[in-house]
């Protein structure tokens, strides 16, 4: 049902749990199934330096959390800004067609935490 | 070869090979219509006569009281929807429970397009259906009450006797009938499936939960039982269900059945005590998990519950590359993405119904089988809860 890449994800998801001191965190959560998904930031000279997540969801929002760390790190924040639930589709090679709201969360949750930042300063 | 151990023999189970061996030689050298009347076509008609033979007397009824159709969901269909059209003078409400099969459920869903009432009883906390809520339900336009043996989802088993005691005896029902079929698909092989002792006037069977094949079931009703037919076409079946008889599935259909009343003994005790390993087994070795469905009167196969602060899809994906074959009722796994109704409907919160996990056993089921899922489980539920921003720990990074 997975590629390989979603499955390495969801297997070794990266930058898992509560990022201690970070500038920003924000929390969306899927209106559809319930799911839920927290991400922490760290922001350097506009840049993202550091991020975490956690999910409450299927292997899929796991997967794409996951991977939307990778895509955020060292991005300013207008880049993290653009990037879209096609980003990490792409990123992560696919997803069953099930599944993109799922990739949407992680989006969601990317721009929220920016924003969270920007409200913030 | 790579570790495969099958617990969802709730969705369907193989074919036993005995089964199979009797079902082969109808594809080919017996494969002659049993309507025709040569004699090589005789022996189809006899083989397709034994096994609803075979069928009447396990259920203890008449052989021609067995219908034989293409599963458990068209059984249903026609129950709901042959029995209730055929009352339509006498009334247009239906009683269903809240915990039915989806072949029901969307039955029913059918029945109110054409202007028909449902009721859909509530259930307990186990998913019982409650009888204070049917007593009162019944009224002057009830036709038809449809509330399954057995629940597949959490294996809960419905007072069915008693049910029929509350519906035969009625007032709202004195002088004409008020229909009562349950949903067996679940019970057969696992629980007493006798038409007389359930009190039921139609029942649905469905082979492929047996170890029979898929494609092929069976439709009880009771002679005088009103009933409309609308797969119209030629008199198969007495006229009941039109077209060619399905030889192959119902040679193997009356053989599954044989073979599972006649391995039911042994089958519950095996069974149940392999799920009462797992269930004890999960419920010591891991912190706020919920058995779904009732603690003692329950299918022997059926393990069911919902772990907190995870999601059962992502369980299931861990159990699969571990070589466990299991289900869940977590909206991630539907397509509709909408949770298990059956656990909503026994009280159980949405958040908690996500963590929705059910393991179902079979014949080839060991201990072994038990001690690689206890040893597997926990930590897979671990390591999400790990990622769960809802577990009461979290990680820190
Ligand atoms: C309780 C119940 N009823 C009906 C069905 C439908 O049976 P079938 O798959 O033969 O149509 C099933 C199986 O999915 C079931 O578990
Ligand atoms: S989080 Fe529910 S389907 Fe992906």
């Known amino acids: ?121 | 070869m790579k570790k495969f151990i099958y617990l969802d023999h709730a969705a369907t189970t193989p074919v036993h090979s005995r089964v199979l061996e009797a079902m082969l030689p109808f594809f080919t050298e017996r494969f002659c219509n049993p309507s025709a009347v040569y004699t090589v076509a005789q022996e189809s008609r006899k083989a397709v006569d034994g096994a609803r033979k075979t069928v009447a007397d396990i259920l203890g009824c008449v052989p021609r009281d067995v219908i034989f159709t293409s599963g458990g969901s068209e059984s249903d269909n026609m129950a709901i929807k042959g029995g209730a059209l055929a009352l339509k003078e006498s009334g247009n409400h239906i009683i269903t429970s809240a915990i039915e099969h989806h072949a029901v459920t969307e039955s029913c869903h059918f029945m109110e397009k054409l202007g028909f009432e449902v009721t859909y009883l509530p259930v307990d906390r186990y998913g019982v259906a409650r009888l204070d809520a049917l007593e009162k339900a019944i009224n002057q336009r009830t036709v038809l009450v449809s509330i399954m043996t057995a629940n597949n989802e959490v294996g809960t088993i419905q007072p069915v006797a008693e049910i029929s005691r509350i519906v035969k005896n009625h007032p709202a029902g004195r002088g004409r009938t008020i229909i009562f079929h349950t949903d067996a698909v679940q019970a057969a092989g696992s629980l007493d499936i006798n038409v007389d002792r359930l009190g039921v006037d139609m029942l649905s069977l469905s082979s492929h939960k047996f170890y029979g094949p898929k494609g092929v079931g069976v439709f009880y009703l009771r002679r005088n039982t009103p009933f409309i037919s609308w797969q119209n076409g030629g008199s198969q079946e007495r006229n009941r269900r039109a077209g060619t008889e399905n030889v192959s599935g119902i040679i193997g259909t009356g053989v599954a059945l044989q073979l599972a009343e006649e391995n039911r003994e042994h089958y519950v005790r095996h069974c149940t005590r392999l799920r009462d390993r797992l269930i004890e087994g999960i419920m010591s070795a891991i912190q706020d998990v919920h058995l779904t469905g009732h603690p003692t009167e329950r299918l022997p196969n059926n393990v069911s519950f919902c772990f907190e602060y995870v999601e059962g899809e992502s369980i299931l994906l861990s159990l699969d590359f571990a070589g466990i074959a299991a289900s869940s009722g977590s909206a991630c796994t539907s397509a509709s993405i909408e949770p298990s109704g059956v656990l909503l409907a026994m009280g159980v919160p949405v958040q908690v119904a996500h963590g929705s996990l059910r393991m179902t056993l079979g014949t080839d089921n060991t201990d072994e089988d038990i001690d690689y899922v206890l040893s597997t489980l926990a930590g897979i539920v671990e390591r999400l809860r790990s990622i769960s921003p809802l577990a009461r720990k979290s990680a820190h990074v």
């Open chain 1, 1 to 121: 049902m997975y590629n390989p890449r979603v499955v390495d994800h969801f297997n070794n998801p990266r930058n898992v749990g509560i990022l201690d001191g970070a500038d920003a965190q924000a929390s969306v959560e899927n209106p559809v199934c319930g799911d839920l998904i927290n991400l922490y930031i760290k922001v350097e000279d506009g840049r993202i330096k550091r991020s975490s997540f956690q999910a409450f969801g299927c292997s899929a929002a796991i997967a794409s959390s996951s991977i939307a760390t990778e895509l955020i790190q060292d991005k300013t924040l207008d880049e993290a800004l653009k990037i879209t639930s096609d980003t990490v589709v792409g990123a992560l090679e696919g997803l069953p067609s099930s599944k993109m709201h799922c990739a949407g969360m992680a989006a969601d949750v990317i721009h929220k935490a920016v924003k969270n930042y920007l409200d913030k300063k």
